[in-house]
């Protein structure tokens, strides 16, 4: 085989593992079993604890409601918006930039950061005796959705 022949398929190769990186947008959302309720406030609280810790900035607070946004490398921008109650939340997609958002889909560290925090927000309610069965990474891998 050629050394040109080679370094197109290398570079062929390359540019369509590089296009793969969109995945559909994960949204979450969680309910907390009856007995396991917490205040507003609280739920409140844990969010904006997790957001701060992974980083992302709270750009609007208010009853059941927060608006949260990430710049990454000063390049890439989502935005979110956080919907909550006393038993339950919910992650929804807002705005992003530089992410490649088309048709739904998106690039696969918009879903990454949104696990993370939706995992940072259930151990902050674990902590406060709540549990709820299942991630929502672990339920969009099996179903291809959120609850």
């Not at 969109?22 to 907390?32: A, E």
Request: aromatic share 6%.
């Amino acid at each position: 085989m050629s050394s040109l022949l080679r370094v197109t398929l290398i570079t062929l190769a390359l540019l369509v593992s590089a296009g793969c990186t969109s995945k559909p947008i994960l949204n979450t959302q969680h309910d907390l079993p009856a007995n396991a309720q917490v205040s507003e406030e609280k739920m409140k609280t844990v969010i904006v604890n997790a957001l701060q810790k992974r980083e992302w900035t709270v750009q609007r607070l208010s009853p059941q409601l927060v608006q949260a946004e990430i710049t990454v490398r000063n390049q890439y921008y989502a935005a979110i918006d956080i919907r909550y109650t006393r038993n339950s939340y919910a992650i929804t997609y807002r705005d992003s930039r530089e992410l490649g958002y088309k048709d739904g889909k998106i690039h696969r560290n918009y879903n990454r950061w949104v696990n993370n925090l939706d995992s940072d927000i259930m151990a902050g309610l674990r902590s406060n005796g709540v549990n709820e069965a299942g991630s929502a990474a672990q339920l969009f891998e099996q179903t291809g959705t959120t609850k």
